[in-house]
């Protein structure tokens, strides 16, 4: 980071430098040209992180000793729950949890609720023991952090990775929330999610963005929401905020590890790693409505959820 501190930034904003720098990520003439501008992302996401919940801290520390107490990522797929994962596994600890728990680091810092972190919480905290980091977890003393992304964004993601959901689509036809195979009336693409207790149908994907995060806003035990947007741009605050919300200890070196920048090495890195493909993707507006045809953003302005969207500083794109 020394290193870092001393180069030729091309005159890229001096946020965006800094996030990374926290990366070990070198900054040369050629990447500093495609870098957003601040501006891109203040009109996306606003200034500041959003973190909702943050009411029910003091509860949770309150009731669960500290050597029991433990966090991780729930969200749907695509929302950056490894992300959020490996920040807090190499930022944050709760050294009383050492002697209770065994995760890479003993720190409290796990991968997923244990549950699973994709799956909705009302048929399966309590009921599904997930198959990774699940078993020997008292799933009441584990306090999620919810990721929830740009719904738009998000439709996107799906596209690229669809994971166990399912629904007509292509290549050439996606997010395909009206299906463009009949173009006489406007009739929404189901989809199918297997989770882990059940298969669900929703009327479309983003019907699905909708109800799974309207049930995570019905849920009364404690636990956060953010942005996955926030991870990105405000990565150290976010995380610093996690940590101390749960009673951790956060790292006075705060370091921006993700799974590819990991895999590659802990020095400095040349060129686009995940957190440089990440920031062209989600800081540019331009690309936010790739593959959407004109019924699906009219589909879209009349289904999202106006309350979900207000609450998280998502600001719905024009009409066609």
């Not at 741009?233 to 993700?258: A, L, M, P, Q």
Request: hydrophobic fraction near 35%; charged fraction near 30%.
């Amino acid at each position: 980071k020394e290193e870092l501190a001393n180069e030729e930034t091309y005159e890229a904003n001096e946020r965006i430098v800094k996030i990374l720098h926290s990366a070990n990520v070198e900054i040369d003439e050629e990447l500093a040209k495609q870098l957003p501008t601040w501006d891109n992302v203040v009109s996306l996401y606003g200034e500041t992180p959003i973190i909702r919940g943050l009411e029910t801290c003091e509860p949770y520390r309150q009731s669960i000793a500290a050597k029991d107490r433990m966090t991780g990522p729930a969200g749907m797929f695509n929302t950056g729950t490894n992300l959020l994962f490996e920040l807090l596994k190499e930022n944050c600890a709760i050294p009383e949890a050492r002697a209770m728990h065994r995760e890479p680091r003993r720190n409290g810092m796990r991968w997923q609720v244990p549950w699973g972190k994709h799956n909705p919480p009302t048929t399966h905290r309590n009921r599904n023991v997930a198959k990774a980091w699940g078993k020997g977890i008292r799933q009441s003393d584990f306090f999620p952090v919810v990721l929830i992304k740009d719904p738009y964004s998000w439709m996107g993601s799906q596209c690229r990775h669809k994971y166990t959901t399912f629904w007509g689509h292509d290549d050439k036809h996606c997010p395909n929330l009206i299906r463009w195979r009949i173009p006489t009336e406007d009739v929404p693409s189901e989809v199918r999610v297997k989770y882990a207790l059940e298969m669900k149908l929703y009327e479309s994907l983003l019907d699905m963005w909708n109800k799974w995060y309207q049930e995570w806003h019905r849920m009364d035990f404690p636990h956060l929401t953010t942005r996955f947007e926030d991870l990105l741009f405000h990565g150290e605050e976010v995380t610093r905020t996690v940590c101390e919300c749960v009673g951790g200890t956060f790292t006075d070196d705060f370091e921006f590890v993700e799974d590819s920048a990991k895999q590659a090495s802990y020095g400095i890195h040349k060129g686009a790693n995940g957190l440089v493909k990440a920031m062209l993707q989600y800081g540019d507006p331009e690309k936010r409505l790739v593959g959407f045809t004109d019924r699906d953003r009219i589909y879209a302005s009349k289904t999202v959820d106006t309350e979900l969207m207000r609450k998280y500083g998502y600001v719905a794109p024009p009409l066609p």
